[in-house]
């Protein structure tokens, strides 16, 4: 029983957790919606650890790394191979959506109408999100990729100082110790708040849910699966030599929390700690790639923007052209670098997405009923992404042997 209870076992009351919230939400509906309550408070603390978790992790990602080239090295390799993933990963769902069509033959109701604020995407709005007037602001209202530049320069600066710079990074390895020992006292009550959220989704949503838009769902999930095997594991387990069971494992871990919480900025602590402790990864790559994959290397959202587009045009007869869906996937890249880790923020960005190329995005009034369901495999994929993209930059600079870390 000692050992049930030990941090190494965490994963383990996680997905018992899991598996309990399941057959409350399907046994006792009613009783699972009042206790949502249980689940707002987890992600509450976990929301609460974000931004200074993501200050600490980068910063110290950085300034850990005293060997200028090899920071340069790192960070112009982590942003063009999450680019690259993106892009492969919308080609795989393009091929898998097409195949099955799941918008074919359905038809809406001519009073559905998305009520939603649109986000600002265009390439100014984009550049002054990113650039922000006021940090302090940005990390009040939780704007991560400000918060992640700020940090990035920050910690190079210190960096470029040497000797001087020296107690500053000292004084951020200690605060970022004391954080995510806080962390470790949030995370145990983890099981109590997947259960309750997981009851919360089955009981709202239920098995009915499935009936309108299965197959969208289904395509969905296909593209995200399919994805993980193709784009992820297969070159992260061929390059770095890691052990594919070891790899999958570490995986599962994660999507434990992922599927649960649909957060990859609330999944973030989780991925770094399964990084190190089970694949073996470099700490001082993994507090730098991971955290800025969280907020730009969405390959989830280049499943759900693919699936979303051509369910609309199939649903309202439309025909893309290859020009139009070669530029989708080039917008949709830019679209999620400034998506938020947040849970339903798809929701927003999956119409603006729309309305951009003059599709109709009343759909996203049906989509955003059950997008809990699709948000759950996207925000997996992102961040097991993420993951992957680590071990293999890690790799790339010599900074990893997937077979020693067994």
């Known amino acids: 029983m000692k050992k049930f209870f030990k941090k190494e076992a965490l994963f383990i009351r996680v997905a018992i957790g899991f598996v309990l ?10 009783f699972s919606i009042s206790t949502k309550v249980v689940g707002d408070v987890y992600l509450n603390l976990i929301k ?6 993501v200050v600490c992790a980068v910063f110290c990602g950085i300034a850990n790394i005293q060997d200028g080239a090899l920071l340069r090295k790192i960070g112009i390799r982590t942003v063009i191979l999450y680019v690259l993933m993106f892009f492969a990963s919308a080609v795989v769902s393009l091929v898998i959506v097409y195949l099955i069509r799941p918008g074919k033959g359905m038809t809406l109701a001519s009073d559905v109408v998305f009520t939603g604020d649109l986000a600002n995407t265009t390439v100014s709005g984009f550049l002054t999100t990113i650039v922000p007037t006021n940090i302090v602001q940005s990390m009040a209202n939780g704007a991560t990729l400000p918060v992640i530049l700020f940090t990035a320069v920050f910690a190079i600066a210190i960096v470029a100082l040497g000797e001087k710079g020296k107690p500053v990074t000292n004084l951020m390895n200690s605060v970022s110790a004391a954080f995510f020992k806080m962390l470790g006292y949030f995370m145990e009550i983890s099981p109590l ?20 838009l299965a197959k969208y769902i289904v395509t969905c999930w296909i593209c995200c699966i399919v994805v993980f095997f193709l784009c992820m594991m297969l070159p992260t387990c061929l390059y770095t030599k890691v052990n594919p069971g070891r790899f999958l ?11 649960s919480t649909t957060s990859s900025a609330a999944t973030l602590p989780t991925t770094i700690n399964v990084s190190m402790e089970d694949l073996g990864a470099p700490e001082g790559i993994s507090k730098f790639t991971l955290p800025l994959g969280c907020t730009i290397n969405m390959c989830g959202g280049a499943c759900s923007f693919c699936c979303l587009a051509v369910f609309t045009a199939d649903i309202y007869g439309l025909n893309l052209s290859l020009g139009t869906i ?7 890249t830019l679209i999620n670098m400034a998506a938020p880790g947040i849970p339903g923020g798809g929701v927003i960005l999956g119409a603006s997405f729309l309305s951009i190329f003059g599709l109709p995005f009343d759909v996203m009034a049906l989509i955003s009923g059950f997008y809990r369901l699709l948000d759950m495999a996207f925000t997996t994929i992102n961040v097991e992404g993420d993951v992957a993209a680590n071990l293999i930059i890690a790799k790339s600079v010599g900074e990893y042997n997937g077979a020693k870390a067994q």
Do not use: R
């Open 21 to 30: 919230g399941i057959i409350l939400g399907l046994v006792a509906p009613q």
């Open 48 to 53: 609460l650890m974000i931004i200074p978790i």
């Open 193 to 212: 708040g997947v259960m309750s959220l997981m009851a919360f989704s089955v009981a709202k949503y239920g098995s009915g849910i499935f009936s309108a």
């Open 249 to 259: 494992k570490a995986c599962g871990k994660i999507s434990l929390v992922t599927l």
């Open 326 to 332: 070669i530029f989708m996937v080039v917008v949709a």
